[in-house]
DNA sequence: AAACTGGCTGTTAGCGGTAACTTATCAATC
DNA sequence: GATTGATAAGTTACCGCTAACAGCCAGTTT
């Protein structure tokens, strides 16, 4: 029967405490401990009742050294507020968890000098391989990526160059799609609505690519309106009135994210406005969040959960056909009409 | 002027190849790169300046295991998507940043035996500290945590018994004072509207004290609707839906928390429903998302960013009073009436 | 019977840093 | 001029674990 332990508080347990207590080599415990190599049942019935009986946590520390090998994938994205990367997430650590592989999160808050750091810190711990969001890095993080020797991929975004891999949407082409989409509808007055966040690239290359895409209709847009920090659901409501009251003859609104847009789609209910007779209303992003709304909000999803299944992949190394790096997977996003558009 | 270096890209850089291209011992290239001990500053100049031609990143492992110093903290929460936990990660962020300890989060999904592993993977890298939310972990996690020699505080909840210290308010009487409030209010017929989730233990015990305090005023639920998986705003008005179907003279509705509070007020104000008239409705958390609603819903809020200040306080040592451990802090949640229970 | 298996276990030598100590140098002090 | 003390380096010995290899002992194989 297990005799009592009275575990020394003040020192932490090692494999010589578990190879003592079960009689054999801290080898054969760390054999045991791992499943690796050969060990009779016996012997590891035995170092494994020690091991229980003592409380003992192997110290990866340790091992990782030892061995140069760590099962941590670094994942670097800006915010954990917005309910875009909270997806991702579960995609990376859906595919993660049967690799014996472990996710760890850094966030960057938009700002590059932060971001280097947290990528600075992340390497520090020479993990399996780095996920990090978007493809626009100061020149410092880019040359460390280009050194790190692991897999690196950046997600979201593909319009650019990527370090290594990437796997993403082009938010150019979602822009784009979304006025052609909202100009066939009918709608001529268009205004955006979006963050004022000079880090935030992928929202810029939306707005690009969406009055790209009005030019070529002749159009241009008829008013603009940014905000920054604070409730996104109260700022959607606020800039949308300032719009509205300002330039009464808009007939479109189109949201740099669903969250303002869903904040314009209850300001314009409350008022009693017609949508989308009067003004149409579109988003981006595509989040859960918007089925509970009134009224289905026109929008974008962005392919969050694949993008990190993919990216996951990638690190994994369980990509078919043993490409190696450099892979670039564009992802389509698909325009979800809702009930903010006009059918045509 | 720096040559050019030409950096073989299948090994990575140690400390000596930083300490040869500056003609200095490692030691002292060591001492330079973490500002400790007296070095020249000629010498220091040449060290670093080699470091950054070099692009070397020390390797933490190494300096870990040396040093037995980790500048982690282990941070484990159910789940990321719920706006609860974002909020608790900035508060516990922004008391780490100036101390040079970095949070890693771990994510449970709500699942006892997930979080015994996370706790494992976590103490496995001997982090200086662990933050975990709640304080019901099976009895192998409390073991660990137990032995785990470093300081661990459980965070939100404060009905129970902690490992070490505890972070939080009382679920229990949170759910009580929201009850006394609606029947002080003139509410009699009141129903709840919950998470089914076995493992929210926090929402069980504020389903409790609700329970409790309208039993103390002869009262019991009218009914109760529970609900899992899901965005959470739909299922709230599905949920609304079906009690106000099942139970048309119900006059409060209850929400375990405000996502789903938000999705039944919407449902209400579509119906023509008047709130808080025919019926009031009351949620919980006190998230940011209800600022831009129709109307404010009556909420608690849970002291979220203070609960993450604090702990991360506990864990960096800088509580006043040079408090070690053992502490226990209840911090007072607020009513937030808003505009959906009658005034008296 | 010698040689050869294959299964199980132990030994040795690091992994890349840092703590603690030692050594050289040099200006200030007596 | 010898002593002292501060400063700026270098040396040595690990930290706790694992890769690689070596040993040993049945049970074959030839």
Known sequence: MA???????????????????????????????????DVSDGTRERVLEAARRLGY??????????????????????????????????????????????????????????????????????????????LEHSEASQAMLAQAGVPVVEIMDIDGTPVDSAVGISHRRAGRQMAEAIVAAGYRRIAFLGTQMPNDHRAKKRLAGFEEALAREGLQ????????????????????????????????????????????????????????GRVGLAGFNGVELLDGLPRRLATMDACRLDIGRLAAEIIAGKRPDGIVGGEIIELTPTLQPGDTIRKV
Chains 1, 2 share one sequence.
Do not use: H
């Open 221 to 276: 847009l008829a008013d603009r309106e940014f905000y920054s920090g604070g409730s996104a659901l109260l700022k959607g409501r606020e800039m949308t009135e300032a719009v509205l009251k300002r330039s009464p003859d808009v007939d479109f609104l189109y949201y740099s994210n669903d969250m303002i847009g869903a904040g314009g789609l209850l300001y314009c209910l409350d008022q009693g406005i017609d949508v989308p």
């Open 57 to 134: 946590v192997p110290n990866k520390i340790a091992g990782a050294l030892a061995s140069q090998r760590v099962n941590l994938v670094g994942v670097i994205i800006p915010s954990l507020s917005n309910m875009v990367f909270p997806e991702v997430m579960t995609g990376i650590s859906d595919v993660l968890e049967d690799t014996g592989l472990q996710p760890v999160v850094g966030v960057t808050n938009y700002l590059p000098e932060r971001e280097e750091s947290v990528i600075y810190e992340m390497l520090s711990w020479r993990p399996s391989g780095l996920i990090l969001a978007g």
């Open 3 to 37: 005799k009592p332990v009275v575990p020394d508080p003040r020192r932490t347990l090692t494999l010589r405490d578990v190879s003592e207590a079960s009689g054999v080599s801290e080898m054969t415990v760390s054999r045991v401990l791992r499943n690796r190599g």
